[in-house]
């Protein structure tokens, strides 16, 4: 089972007002597992973008004016995303965008639809938490997922952040095909860092002090009293 994992960054919210996309980013998931094969690229879109999508992403216009359009990319895009289950956070956003980047193209392409099934994540987010926030910061932190270099949206690092999200909400074990070798080791994605997060300094370590230690000696020794032989005290004869 195939499936990409797929995030875009636009000038603007509203695609009647021929707002573009400026970025994507995707990530490939094979049999539920991250292969490390990604496709990312930025996108001219010959036109300004919106103050408060430039807040968001981050992305001005000068940074894109030597990039390729999207007919320059449309290609290996297709290439890399047919065939395969596209999983996207509020999908019709992003589907409406590509759609509408298709029609600009010389020819008859059809929909995304045409080439790929769809999930949205966010339907799938909401039928598990209803009631609750569902955006991607808010399940990161339910599923404990480090997105603490999300200061500015971008496609590919949100992409990565969609799928270890997805394949936690999903309950799949959410671990990296090294090397995209079917018969290769395989290690538990935590342990190794995302494309974006290369430069990211380590985690500080805090030990307990001698007092802090204390106080939980004589916790156990409470709980020793209460439960005749606590399970955190077995724990530390294991």
């Given amino acids: 089972m195939r499936q990409v994992v797929l995030d875009t960054e636009t000038t603007g919210l509203e695609v009647a007002l021929g707002h573009r996309v400026i ?3 995707c990530v490939e998931l094979i049999d539920r597992k991250l292969t490390r094969k990604h496709f990312h690229h930025y996108v001219n879109p010959e036109r300004d973008i919106d103050d408060g999508a430039q807040e968001v992403h981050g992305i001005s216009r000068e940074f894109l004016s030597d990039k390729p ?8 895009f297709l290439e890399f995303v047919s065939g395969a289950e596209l999983i996207m956070h509020n ?8 759609n509408q980047e298709m029609k600009f193209l010389h020819g008859s392409h059809g929909r995304i639809e045409d080439y790929c099934s769809i999930t949205d994540s966010l339907l799938v987010a909401r039928q598990k938490h209803p009631g609750q926030k569902n955006n991607l910061d808010a ?11 999300r200061d500015l949206h971008g496609a590919l690092l949100d992409a990565e952040i969609l799928a270890d999200v997805y ?6 074990q959410v671990a990296l ?9 395989e290690v538990q994605l935590a342990s190794v860092p995302r494309a974006l997060d290369a430069n990211r300094p380590g985690l500080k370590i805090i030990r307990a002090s001698g007092e802090e230690l204390d106080r939980h000696e004589k916790g156990l020794n409470k709980l020793d009293d209460i439960s005749g032989g606590s399970v955190w005290r077995q724990q530390e004869l294991v």
């Fill in 69 to 76: 359009l999207f007919k320059e990319i449309w290609e290996p």
């Fill in 177 to 185: 095909s090294l090397m995209g070798e079917d018969d290769g080791p």
């Fill in 139 to 149: 399940l990161c932190k339910r599923y404990s997922v480090d997105n603490s270099q």
């Fill in 167 to 172: 394949l936690l909400m999903t309950g799949g």
């Fill in 91 to 98: 999908a019709p956003f992003d589907v409406a965008f590509l």
């Fill in 23 to 25: 970025e994507i980013g």
